[in-house]
């Protein structure tokens, strides 16, 4: 990230083809899978923060692949 920003991670579900709308606080958006979030040059320890929070998701059933 450039200086003086800060990411958001969020961990979300959507329709195919879900239309975005960004408000002034936000640049950009991405849809990304397990499999792509590995390779981003990004958030440190990305990929290993969303597969703990996906992890525990699982274990209460909120979330299903």
């Given at each position: 990230?450039?200086?003086?920003?800060?990411d958001?991670?969020?961990?979300?579900k959507?329709?195919?083809?879900?239309?975005?709308?960004?408000?002034?606080?936000?640049?950009?958006?991405?849809?990304?899978?397990?499999?792509?979030?590995?390779e981003?040059?990004?958030?440190p320890?990305?990929?290993?923060?969303?597969e703990?929070?996906?992890?525990?998701?699982?274990?209460?059933?909120?979330?299903?692949?």
């Amino acid at each position: 990230s450039p200086p003086n920003t800060v990411d958001y991670v969020f961990i979300a579900k959507a329709p195919e083809n879900q239309e975005v709308k960004l408000n002034e606080e936000h640049t950009t958006f991405g849809w990304y899978s397990l499999d792509e979030i590995k390779e981003l040059d990004s958030v440190p320890m990305l990929y290993e923060c969303i597969e703990l929070a996906l992890n525990k998701m699982k274990e209460k059933s909120i979330y299903k692949k």
